[in-house]
């Protein structure tokens, strides 16, 4: 299924004849199995001619950073997992992935680690044998254990030159205690510094979590199913299941309302941001859908909000909000960049009146109806190519284990009413459950 670019107004349009009832969004047939040892395997054909996406993902990111000092050890392994194996040293590995046409590579995030290739559907056979390999066999000594430690410690620094970084690391600090949701992907500043001592710590890390039954592999494109399932079994089957894995702690409820101040010492636009927390992902009622689609409808740019703050008045240079899907509770957080810092009570007041608002004006019920279309048209135009199917699959999964919550979650955004979006308002995005931080730059921004 191919949508051009330019369709996007009518398939919006399309969209509005599409009844709540609808078969589900997901548009290509989805197979999966399970070896004996946990491993699961999703496979998505789809008609895209001699291209496949090849991802294996592990579901454990920061969230299962548990043990104090030893943040930023799934983020370690994202670079890590490129040194090879005895077979397969990293530049062997680095040299065969060239001559397949692949550009393979990773990133980390809160729930899950995600390996991730686009390449010729010839070479399918060749990576599942070089990715059944490293999953199992991942090679490394102390030095170039020393040396990846060094680079990260380098990109940590290149990060926290950026004011947003020291504000995402403030919010998460003060909105979560207990949680590892309480620091950044790539760790607290203490633990990456001292990373270079943590080589044993690692390997135990490492012998955790990259296990069969906490991985997933995604096939998506061009490709002969039966063919992968017979590599698959063959290459992956002798690897070996792990122990359990600790619990992640649970953060208990915020008390109160938290505020506190950044300064930073370079020019920055004075900075607004607001956070709330909010339920895990769930299937079980529609909260976490009204919460994406009040996200949209209170924030966005066709928003009141926007409209009066941005374009009319001109107080705020920009203002977005942000609500990712989780497995554990997380955070609704709204940032607005000021063009002056005394505006900072007025447009908090604001922000709060229309929060305030949405739980208890109902919205208009043609912008919920079009605020679902968009969503939906979003959604199908990702799913042009085995990367975007395998990255939209990848998030569910990472989620649920499974592949069809992608569909399960779509009708709840279908289903979602008027009266559930108030009481989301109502119940989550209230001062209470609040931690707002302000940001001013000690210098004038140029």
């Excluded at 496979?43 to 996406?53: R, S």
């Excluded at 990111?61 to 370690?76: K, L, Q, T, V």
């Excluded at 007025?346 to 919920?368: M, N």
Aim: with cysteine.
């Amino acid at each position: 299924m191919r949508i051009p670019g330019g369709a996007v107004l009518g398939l919006i349009a399309a969209l509005s004849f599409v009844p709540p009832a609808a078969a589900g969004i997901f548009p290509y047939p989805i197979e999966t199995f399970e070896l004996e040892n946990g491993l699961l395997v999703v496979m998505v054909a789809m008609p895209t001619p001699g291209v496949v996406q090849y991802q294996t993902f592990v579901r454990a990111g920061s969230r299962n950073e548990i043990e104090p000092g030893r943040s930023g050890y799934a983020h370690f392994f994202e670079h890590m997992m490129f040194r090879g194996t005895r077979r397969f040293p990293g530049p062997v590995y680095g040299e065969r992935l060239n001559r397949l046409g692949s550009d393979g590579n990773a990133s980390t995030g809160n729930d899950l680690t995600v390996y991730h290739m686009t390449l010729p559907s010839t070479g399918l056979a060749a990576a599942i044998e070089l990715e059944a390999d490293r999953f199992q066999n991942l090679d490394y000594d102390r030095e170039q254990f020393r040396k990846e430690a060094g680079a990260i410690l380098g990109e940590f620094e290149i990060g926290r030159a950026s004011p947003w970084s020291i504000l995402e690391e403030k919010r998460l600090e003060k909105a979560f205690r207990a949680h590892p949701y309480g620091h950044t992907v790539i760790g607290y500043e203490a633990d990456v510094r001292a990373m270079p001592d943590g080589f044993d710590y690692s390997r135990q890390f490492f012998d955790r979590y990259y296990r069969p039954e906490n991985c997933v592999v995604l096939i998506t494109g061009d490709f002969d199913a039966r063919q992968a399932e017979e590599l698959i079994r063959r290459d992956y089957g002798g690897w070996r299941r792990g122990a359990p894995a600790p619990p992640v702690p649970v953060e208990p409820p915020l008390a109160g309302p938290v505020r506190d101040a950044i300064e930073w010492a370079g020019p920055a636009r004075p900075i607004l941001d607001i956070s709330f927390r909010t339920p895990a992902y769930g299937e079980q009622d529609r909260t976490v859908a009204a919460l994406q689609m009040l996200r949209e409808l209170v924030f966005g740019e066709t928003s009141p909000l926007h409209r009066s703050l941005v374009l009319e008045e001109r107080v705020v240079e920009s203002l977005h909000a942000s609500f990712d899907l989780q497995r554990d509770p997380y955070l609704f957080t709204i940032s607005a960049e000021l063009k002056d810092p005394k505006d900072f009570a007025v447009v908090e007041a604001r922000i709060l009146a229309a929060l305030e608002e949405a739980g208890r004006i109902p919205v208009d019920a043609a912008r919920l109806d079009r605020a679902k279309r968009r969503w939906e048209a979003s959604l199908l135009l990702s799913l042009e190519t085995p990367g975007g199917v395998a990255w939209r699959l990848s998030d569910f999964i990472s989620l649920t284990g499974d592949p069809r919550s992608l569909d399960r979650h779509a009708e709840n955004l279908r289903a979602v009413t008027r009266e559930d979006l108030m009481e989301a308002a109502r119940t989550y995005l209230v001062p209470e459950r609040s931690v707002t931080l302000t940001l001013v730059g000690k210098e004038e921004r140029p």
